[in-house]
């Protein structure tokens, strides 16, 4: 199996992952800085008020333009009464647009999108609702007011990570159990679940370009004692 990287969008990329699983993952593994996305976790909404504007910042993880214009319509609805409802969008694509809805040209959508680009955040929708309170804000109020509602709704929705990841099976003695999740802690890694029985069995996602590497650190820690092993591979978010 051949795939043209320059050839190819990404969306494609995730669906080929899908459909080809464990082997494309394994061929694709080497492209991990590339398939790598930074996603925000969950929906979230956040309100600001400058000088007597209320601002309410709302935010959404898409993937598809389709998604994120249903989210900018359903957003318009709930606040139909709103003076401005602007918006921006970002996709791992490459796909990006944003509008001022009638505010001022620059100082309202770009700012929003900005702030996405700047936390380095694809796969997000953003809507800055803006009810106006009768005082004026100029240019570089507006600036400032849809930078900040943006940024505080982005940062509290909280971020992950998509990538791909390696599944890893460690069986190991309750002795090294502490050691081994201190370790997979420090390699970003996560211990998806535990049994407990004659001895202690993990799963454990591990990034996967540093997946041998995290395998031959418990090796060597454990002098031996403690062999892992690769069990699969996963294109997803956590």
């Known amino acids: 199996i051949v795939f043209c990287m320059h050839g190819i969008q990404s969306v494609q990329m995730c669906e080929a992952l899908h459909v080809l699983g464990v082997e494309a993952c394994s061929l694709l593994g080497g492209y991990d800085a590339w398939l790598r996305t930074q996603m925000i976790r969950e929906d979230h909404s956040a309100e600001i008020e400058v000088k007597r ?10 993937t598809t333009e389709q998604e994120a214009t249903d989210f900018i319509a359903a957003m318009r609805k709930k606040y139909w009464d709103a003076r401005h409802n602007v918006y921006a969008f970002s996709l791992k694509n490459g796909t990006k647009r944003f509008s001022d809805d009638g505010e001022p040209h620059s100082t309202a959508g770009l700012p929003v999108m900005e702030v996405i680009d700047h936390l380095g955040i694809t796969d997000i929708a953003v809507v800055v609702t803006r009810y106006f309170g009768g005082i004026l804000l100029g240019t570089g ?78 090796l060597d820690m454990t002098a031996g004692t403690v062999e892992g092993m690769e069990t699969g591979k996963e294109y997803r978010a956590v």
Request: proline share 5%; aromatic share 12%.
């Open 53 to 62: 504007s209320r601002f309410i910042a709302t935010v959404c993880p898409c």
């Open 141 to 218: 109020g507006l600036v400032r007011a849809y930078t900040k509602g943006a940024k505080i709704a982005v940062n509290a929705a909280g971020k992950s990570i998509k990538r791909v990841w390696s599944v890893l099976y460690i069986p190991c003695p309750y002795n090294f159990y502490e050691r081994i999740k201190l370790e997979t802690e420090a390699f970003g890694g996560i211990i998806r679940d535990t049994q407990f029985g004659a001895e202690v069995e993990l799963e454990i996602l591990v990034a996967q370009p540093q997946a041998q590497a995290f395998l031959d650190k418990i």
